[in-house]
């Protein structure tokens, strides 16, 4: 079980092994049936997920909409997949896959949720990962993390100069303008993102960070 006491390292490790497993699992693309242990392992995967949530203090209204993120990934790897089945068992294949793609991202974004981005660099490290693959998982955590700060600041900002909640409404009276907007948005964000991750890389490197 998968406790905050427990080291990074193994933390890390039960959950690429639990995501290994569940995304290897056989899902009946061939001509044979779903063997009962690839449910299990799914289902196992997935339960390891949900608790990773929880005990990093996710709610169980944030639970789900988290989980709700994951579905288009969750789609786009079932979906397609299940059209190379033989005819005659795409729709149960399609079930399968979709339980395989599921219980493999809810038990990586669980983990990744639970240790956040220094649990991970540390699990990386306690694990043996290359120290130069260590290096570029935290420059790109880093970064990740100060574009979703910079996101989030923006989205606050745009909201407060706003007279009405939400883009949809706009996207549908003005899709042209609100599509400029979103563009905009985008454009400012990778600029910001960019100039955040600069500062952040010679605060770094100030610190002797590459000195041996």
Known sequence: MMTRSRPPGQILGAGLLLTVLAALAPAGLTHRAVPAWSWGAWGLAFASGVMAFRLAGSTPPQLLRRLSWLLPFVLVLAVPA????????????????????????TAAAGVAFLLGPLGLVRGARALGVPARLVDVLEAALCSLVSM????????????????????WGSLLLEPGSTVRGFGRFAGALLLRTLERAEALERARLARGADLQ
């Open 82 to 105: 299940a059209l190379l089945a033989p005819p005659g068992r795409r729709l149960a294949t399609a079930a399968a896959l979709a339980a395989r793609a599921l219980g493999a991202t």
């Open 148 to 167: 979703l700060e910079q996101a989030r600041a923006m989205l606050r900002a745009r909201e407060a100069r706003r007279t009405t909640f939400g883009p």
